[in-house]
């Protein structure tokens, strides 16, 4: 496809040598602030999102297909793999990797809020990807940080070069506390070029909120982005 051509040309041929254009690692949050509604929300959200008709689009958009990885965390020690690494290179695929997190359930529902871990944990995920153009870690919660080291000493520990993180915050608190937490994953989780945030209103609106997430962050780079400083949001 010419995007996609596009992007070889602009990463000076290399795309003949991957095998995927995208691993992004989709993370989810099950600390003890997200009780059991909560966490179904979240998981039957990304399920559907994931199959629903313009994430497909985006999926397919290119002639190279996305890698795809799901995990939980919570604690600095409480981070589950959902869904290892899968090439996502038809809709079966793409189904399955809906139906795994659909049916998923936590493997932890009483730790606190460890980001620096989660990210630590998302970095070394990402470190056995396949060989793709571009990574993206999605960091998804409720949350600030409330347990062991922040993200600041993460992306200083662990290896995140050429990595993106964007960042999901699911609003369901008072309004300074909502602000705050905005502010936060703004100023402490968004990293590298492109980085976004997308905002839920509560987990009830989390389905929509992913969906389009997910929508951008498979959007087939244009030759312009892939020099422009990230936005936040």
Not at 24 to 42: F, G, K, M, T, Y
Request: charged letters at 20%; a negative charge.
């Amino acid at each position: 496809m010419l995007r996609a051509a596009a992007v070889a040309l602009a990463l000076g041929g290399t795309a003949e040598a991957a095998e995927c254009r995208l691993a992004l690692a989709l993370a989810l949050d099950v600390s003890s602030s997200v009780d059991a509604a909560e966490d179904r929300l979240q998981r039957s959200g990304l399920a559907a999102a994931l199959i629903a008709p313009e994430v497909q689009r985006a999926f397919f958009a290119s002639d190279l297909p996305v890698a795809l990885a799901i995990y939980e965390w919570s604690g600095r020690y409480n981070q589950q793999l959902i869904l290892d690494w899968r090439l996502i290179t038809d809709q079966n695929a793409l189904r399955d990797a809906a139906r795994t997190v659909g049916q998923s359930t936590r493997s932890h529902n009483a730790f606190p809020t460890a980001i620096g871990y989660a990210l630590g944990y998302g970095a070394s995920l990402l470190q056995r990807a396949p060989r793709c153009l571009f990574q993206t870690l999605d960091m998804a919660g409720d949350g600030a940080n409330n347990e062991g080291f922040g993200p600041a000493a993460a992306y200083a520990e662990f290896p995140f070069d050429g990595v993106t993180v964007n960042g999901l915050v699911v609003n369901a608190g008072e309004y300074e506390a909502e602000v705050s937490l905005i502010e936060f994953y703004r100023d402490e989780i968004l990293r590298g070029p492109g980085s976004f945030l997308e905002i839920a209103t509560g987990f009830d609106d989390y389905e929509r909120a992913i969906r389009r997430k997910l929508e951008r962050e498979l959007d087939v780079p244009s030759l312009g982005a892939l020099s422009q400083p990230g936005d936040a949001g």
